[in-house]
């Protein structure tokens, strides 16, 4: 009973301590004028199916280079449906932060460029190597330590 418990700690402990990232991108033609914009959330899982964001990377709206306003912000991602909202820069635009807000594929940008919102809003868990080979550290460890364990044996 004492390995299950140890080998339950541990591997559970160990999704709670990789960092996720998520490729994100909307487009909307508003009056004429087109919004996108595309970059990478670098989050934290907090567990079921909420996380917390702690970076943007390689972010862009209509080309102008977007960057994180505020960390700490959460968002929810199951796989198949996603909701949330995060302030961002505009590079050289200006000081005040704009808002995307996502729920599912609809999604909103309020602040400093023009108000956009539209329904082709598409967010998706990006495969890291680094995930993979802490999990993949992670569970031998986890073997090498149960290994070790004294079994009791009872006849």
Do not use: H
């Amino acid at each position: 009973m004492k390995k299950f418990l140890y080998t339950a700690v541990l591997i559970c402990g160990a999704t709670v301590l990789r960092a996720d990232t998520f490729a994100f991108s909307y487009s909307e033609t508003t009056r004429g004028t087109t919004i996108s914009g595309s970059g990478d959330i670098t989050a934290i899982a907090d567990g079921l199916g909420f996380y917390t964001i702690t970076d943007l990377s390689d972010a862009q709206q209509n080309g102008t280079n977007m960057f994180l306003f505020k960390p700490g912000i959460n968002f929810f991602y199951d796989g198949s449906t996603s909701w949330g909202t995060f302030d961002f820069l505009l590079s050289g635009k200006s000081y005040l932060p704009d808002i995307l807000t996502f729920a599912g594929s609809s999604y909103s940008v309020i602040g400093f460029t023009q108000p956009s919102a539209g329904n082709n809003f598409q967010i998706s868990r990006v495969p890291e190597a680094g995930t993979l080979s802490l999990l993949l550290a992670m569970g031998l460890g986890v073997f090498a330590f149960v290994r070790k364990l004294p079994s009791t044996k009872r006849l």
